[in-house]
């Protein structure tokens, strides 16, 4: 079944260490995405890909960073630089950029 | 003003009536809305997408769109129990690539 991928569901990271969070797709689709949830808010975009080796910031890129070596993979770091990383990650991808977007179940990270 | 904003809620509405969700933009390049369900700790998923102004209907949901109130609607008739989760409002950032923005999201609660 085609679809996106995400590792790990759940996520404890000790304050000033990088953690990777992993992201792979397999529904052939160029544009991949990565945007943050806090509790009771919407999404907001950290960073997104158009096309392999080509990456560019969202809203909330400060204290994260990514890389698109290959089409079906989009990790995204969250750096020590990063001020407040407890939240929700998810992972998503679309046909082109600005249509509809296919979600993975998402990584809970929390900072102890 | 927020790019997409909406409600936060929570929206209650008794079992078999119609919620009504609303969502303004403030970008007049957008083109296309997408309404998207998330079920709490879940990822979110689409339910409707509308380009046109004017109605689109599937099954219990209507998608309402009024470009020149830059206003867009989501109708739930026959609310269900089930149809309990957070609507999140989505839109392309027209002059910029069209990176989805989403609003916050309302909450919606249907009581039996």
């Known amino acids: 079944d085609g679809g996106i991928t995400q590792s790990p569901k759940y996520l404890f990271r000790k304050e000033g260490q990088n953690v990777t969070l992993s992201c792979e797709q397999n529904?052939?689709?160029?544009?991949m995405y990565w945007y943050r949830q806090d509790p009771g808010q919407g999404l907001r975009l950290i960073y997104y890909?158009?096309?392999?080796?080509?990456?560019q910031k969202g809203d909330i890129a400060e204290g994260y960073s990514v890389s698109r070596e290959k089409k079906e993979s989009f990790p995204l770091t969250v750096t020590s630089a990063q001020k407040n990383p407890t939240a929700f990650y998810l992972c998503?991808?679309?046909?082109?950029?600005?249509?509809?977007?296919?979600f993975g179940e998402g990584s809970r990270l929390t900072v102890l | 003003q927020k790019e997409v904003e909406q409600n936060s809620g929570p929206l209650s509405v008794p079992e078999g009536a119609i919620a009504s969700l609303n969502c303004t933009y403030s970008?007049?390049?957008?083109?296309?809305f997408f309404w998207y369900r998330q079920y709490s700790g879940k990822s979110p998923e689409l339910i409707m997408f509308?380009?046109?102004?004017g109605d689109k209907e599937d099954g219990r949901f209507t998608a309402q769109l009024n470009k020149a109130s830059q206003y867009v609607s989501l109708l739930i008739r026959d609310s269900q129990p089930s149809d309990s989760a957070t609507y999140l409002c989505?839109?392309?950032?027209?002059?910029?690539?069209?990176?989805?923005?989403f609003g916050q999201g309302t909450e919606l609660s249907v009581k039996p």
């Open positions: 890909s158009q096309i392999v080796n080509d990456f």
């Open positions: 998503a991808s679309s046909i082109v950029l600005g249509g509809e977007l296919f």
């Open positions: 529904l052939n689709h160029d544009a």
């Open positions: 509308i380009y046109s102004n």
């Open positions: 989505a839109a392309p950032r027209g002059n910029q690539g069209g990176k989805l923005i």
């Open positions: 970008d007049r390049g957008s083109q296309s």
